[in-house]
């Protein structure tokens, strides 16, 4: 069973599928090792991912090691629908998944692939966990464990750990390395860049653009405005982040002081109502807003709303928010994750090693279960350290080694002034 758009995209997904695939040289190696071990045989995997042409190759890698595998999205305006037709129509997988879809089919697409009684979850953003703990305890003692793949879910999973209600293993994929420092930092930076630019075709050059939150995420996101000539201004609330990205060259000061000369503003900081009516007061005429963390409260769009005569459609992902002061605001992706609403997402090359450290979280899920306890866990460093080196063969990058007396040295405590 599935319910995806339309089936007849199925070939132009596959391209887009085959196409990401070249991409990602570390999950190849992962799948290929699968296929030999059948080390996921026996278990049912479902997964509430970002429904795109590199989960995609996650799924196949995933059946590829003899799991079920059942996928759903993990945000309303993230899927591709041809890579859903194709992972149905040619690979066989069940996919709940439409792009555009409401709130209320988003949530019986959760529940369809948990119906399966899953004994591994994969979730980005908590949502299946949360509906296992929710509203479905019965079926927790049938699962493994699950993983997670975001900042923002592993936030609300420690939280849910915290509370003493975490009940079954998890493995934050996130705080993995090979996964924060790329997927993160160049991943948003650059897609969150390619779906504010697919939805107005701006120029970015001279503007001013601001970016809320100084995370990993909003870290690439600065750094990569500042790349296309854009004078960009962080807003923080952390006063370490604020100073690193003040000694980064960055201007930093308050939200409210940065939106009266703001061109663009992206939030990214996995908190809610970071624009509100506050700000929406004194934007400029034209302002562009646009989220790219997990969820689609950092913008106060029930606010806006109030504040505004008329909501019109401009052009795909873009609606202008005519106020009753006479100016407009430009909202894009309807304050969802940017990067994937009006673009692809991350690229395929960060999302391999993203996806790597998923399949493998899950073969340890699978492999160890028994021994894990219910607590918020990482992938051990060896991990890191396997998919950095696959990564680095991959793009013919070769690094030193320590020498036998350099090796001595860093474990020893001897040698000082000399
Ligand atoms: N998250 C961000 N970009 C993604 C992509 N391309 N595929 C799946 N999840 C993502």
């Known amino acids: 069973m599935s319910d995806i758009k339309n089936i007849d995209l199925k070939v132009e997904g596959k391209k887009r599928i085959e196409w990401a695939a070249k991409d990602m040289p570390v999950l190849d190696i992962i799948k290929n090792d699968f296929t030999k071990s059948k080390s996921l045989k026996g278990t049912t995997i479902s997964c509430c ?42 690979y066989g997988i069940d996919v709940y998944a439409i792009k555009g879809e409401d709130s209320k089919t988003y949530f019986s697409h959760i529940k369809s692939v948990l ?6 979850i994969m979730d980005d953003g908590a949502d299946l966990v949360s509906e296992l703990h929710k509203n479905r305890v019965a079926q927790i003692p049938e699962i493994k464990g699950s993983t997670e793949e975001t900042t923002t879910g592993v936030v609300r999973l420690q939280s849910l750990a915290k509370s003493g209600k975490l009940l079954f293993p998890v493995i934050a994929v996130n705080e993995s390395k090979t996964k924060h420092m790329f997927d993160n930092r160049y991943g948003t930076g650059q897609s969150s860049l390619d779906g504010i630019i697919r939805a107005t075709n701006k120029l970015l050059a001279g503007s001013v653009f601001v970016v809320a939150g100084f995370g990993w995420c909003g870290k690439g996101l600065a750094m990569r405005a500042r790349g296309m000539g854009a004078k960009v201004i962080v807003t923080e609330i952390d006063p370490v982040k604020a100073l690193e990205a003040s000694m980064e060259g960055f201007d930093v000061m308050s939200m409210k002081d940065a939106v009266k000369n703001a061109d663009f503003i992206c939030t990214v900081t996995g908190n809610k109502h970071i624009l509100r009516e506050e700000h929406f007061k004194v934007m400029k005429d034209g302002c562009i807003i646009s989220n790219s963390g997990h969820f689609d409260i950092e913008i106060d769009l029930v606010a806006l709303k109030k504040m505004s005569k008329k909501v019109t459609n401009v052009r795909p992902f873009n609606e202008e928010y005519t106020l009753t002061n006479g100016k407009s605001v430009f909202v894009i992706a309807e304050g969802r994750l940017v990067n994937l609403g009006s673009a692809e997402g991350h690229p395929s090359s960060v999302m391999d090693m993203s996806f790597a450290n998923q399949a493998l979280a899950g073969e340890m899920i699978a492999k160890q279960h028994k021994t894990l306890s219910k607590e918020v866990h990482t992938l051990p460093e060896d991990i890191d350290i396997r998919i950095a080196n696959l990564k680095l063969k991959a793009l013919g990058i070769s690094i030193d080694k320590l020498t036998p007396d350099q090796k001595k040295y860093m474990g020893s405590w001897e040698e000082g002034t000399n």
């Open 115 to 120: 119906d399966a009684h899953p004994d591994i």
């Open 49 to 90: 991912l970002h429904v795109t042409a590199e989960t995609a190759n996650l799924m196949i890698a995933l059946k590829a090691g003899g799991a079920k595998v059942l996928l759903c999205a993990s945000n309303p305006l993230s899927t591709q629908d041809d890579v859903a037709a194709s992972l149905v129509a040619d």
